[in-house]
C-alpha cells in the first residue's frame, strides 16, 4: 500500500509541475514591450509527504532525502536532489522547473535576429542507466520565427530519455524576432532515487542554466540587446562545467552525512 501511495504522489509531484509550467508557457504577453515575471514551481516527495512551492523545498525522512531550488538571480537555475538509503525499499522524487520570457530589443520591430543561448546542463547518479536513481535535465525554447524547440537534454537512465548524454556545456542557435515578446526559455530537472539496492544508497542530480546573448557572429549585432523577465539575471553561466560538478560533489557529500546522522 506504501509503495502505490508512493507511486501516486510522484505521479502527482510531475503532473503538477508540468501543468504549473504550461500555464506558465501559456501566459505569453500579447504585445511587445510588456515581459511576464518569471513562472516557477519546485515539488519535493519522500515517502509519505508531497509539498510543492514557487522556489524552494526539502523533505528528509529516516534518510530519503528530496531536495529542489530555482534561482532567478544573478541568472537563471534550476537544481534537485535525491537520496534513499540502501535497502530502505522507499524512494524520494524532486521536480523544479522555471519558464521566463526575453525579448531581443533595437533595429526595427521585426527584424530576425540570431541569438545564442548558451547553457550548462548537468545529471548525476550513482550508476549509469541506473533506474533506482536516475536524473535529466532539460533545456526548451521558444521563439515567434522557430516555435517550440528542444535546445538540449541530459539524462542518466536510458529508458527516459533514449540517451545517455549526462552533461552540456555549450550552446544553442536560434532565430527571434526584435520587438516580440513571447519568446521564452524552460527550464526542468528531475532527480528520483529509491533505496532498494543491496550496496549502496541511491543518489541522483541535476542542474540547468542558460545565459542567452545576440550572436557576435551577426554583422549587425551591436544594434541589437537582450532583455528578460522582471526579477530574472542573465549572465554567462561558468565557462566549463567543473565548478558545477564540484558543486554536486559537495551536496553529495553533505547528503550521505545526514543519512549516517539518521
Excluded at 542558460?210 to 549585432?221: E, G, L, N, T, V
Aim: glycine share 10%.
Amino acid at each position: 500500500m506504501q509503495s502505490s501511495n508512493g507511486n501516486r504522489r510522484h505521479l502527482r509531484a510531475s503532473c503538477i509541475l508540468g501543468l504549473a509550467l504550461a500555464a506558465g508557457v501559456a501566459a505569453i504577453p500579447a504585445r511587445a514591450g510588456i515581459l511576464s515575471s518569471a513562472r516557477t514551481l519546485v515539488g519535493c516527495v519522500d515517502p509519505i509527504e508531497f509539498v510543492q512551492d514557487p522556489m524552494s523545498c526539502k523533505l528528509d525522512l529516516n534518510g530519503n532525502l528530496a531536495s529542489a531550488s530555482v534561482t532567478l538571480l544573478p541568472l537563471p537555475s534550476v537544481l534537485v536532489t535525491a537520496v534513499s538509503p540502501v535497502g530502505s525499499g522507499n524512494s524520494a522524487r524532486a521536480n523544479a522547473g522555471a519558464t521566463y520570457f526575453f525579448q531581443v530589443v533595437g533595429g526595427n520591430d521585426g527584424d530576425i535576429v540570431p541569438i545564442v543561448i548558451g547553457a550548462t546542463l548537468e545529471a548525476h547518479s550513482r550508476a549509469p542507466d541506473n533506474p533506482r536513481g536516475y536524473a535529466q535535465a532539460s533545456l526548451v525554447t521558444f521563439t515567434g520565427v522557430e516555435g517550440l524547440a528542444t535546445g538540449s537534454r541530459v539524462c542518466t537512465y536510458a529508458a527516459i530519455c533514449q540517451s545517455l548524454n549526462s552533461s552540456f556545456s555549450g550552446t544553442v542557435h536560434r532565430n527571434a524576432t526584435s520587438g516580440a515578446a513571447g519568446e521564452f526559455v524552460n527550464l526542468t530537472a528531475e532527480a528520483y532515487a529509491a533505496g532498494s539496492g543491496a550496496q549502496f544508497d541511491e543518489f541522483a542530480s541535476a542542474i540547468a542554466d542558460p545565459f542567452i546573448y545576440i550572436d557576435p557572429a551577426f554583422p549587425d549585432a551591436r544594434l541589437y540587446s537582450i532583455v528578460v523577465s522582471p526579477g530574472v539575471g542573465n549572465v554567462p553561466p561558468a565557462a566549463a562545467p567543473e565548478p558545477a560538478t564540484l558543486w554536486f560533489a559537495g551536496m553529495a557529500i553533505g547528503a550521505l552525512g545526514l543519512l549516517r546522522r539518521g
